[in-house]
């Protein structure tokens, strides 16, 4: 692993650590029975931390292989098409919850 690769690691650990404490939140919350509206609020902060962290894994996981098919002289595309196809997935949920 790189020292790129480190870095963006320790970002995507950090944005989950944060899930998880919003995840906790909303237990807690429904646990002392808090208004719904509040749960609410919670939960989408939840969603969009989902939404943002995948994003980021996604664009990451798309530098690399780009990366290594440089690195590696290699002219075939095909090797790019997976990289591809998740960052138009992950970009067509983004635009389906907004």
């Known amino acids: ?22 995840v906790n939140a909303v237990e807690k919350m429904l646990i002392e029975d808090r208004p719904y509206d509040e749960i609410i609020f919670q939960l989408e902060a939840i ?6 962290t995948t994003s980021v ?16 002289g290699d002219k075939n595309i095909e090797a790019l ?3 591809i196809e998740i960052l138009m997935r992950v970009s067509q949920y983004k635009v389906l919850s907004e």
Do not use: W
Not at 62 to 67: L, M, Y
């Open 1 to 22: 692993m790189d020292k790129n690769t480190s870095i963006e690691n320790k970002q995507i650990i950090n944005r989950i650590h944060c899930i998880k404490g919003h």
């Open 81 to 83: 098409k997976k990289p």
């Open 57 to 72: 894994a996604a664009q990451h996981y798309a530098n690399t292989c780009i990366s290594e098919t440089l690195q590696n």
């Open 47 to 52: 969603r969009s931390a989902v939404a943002k």
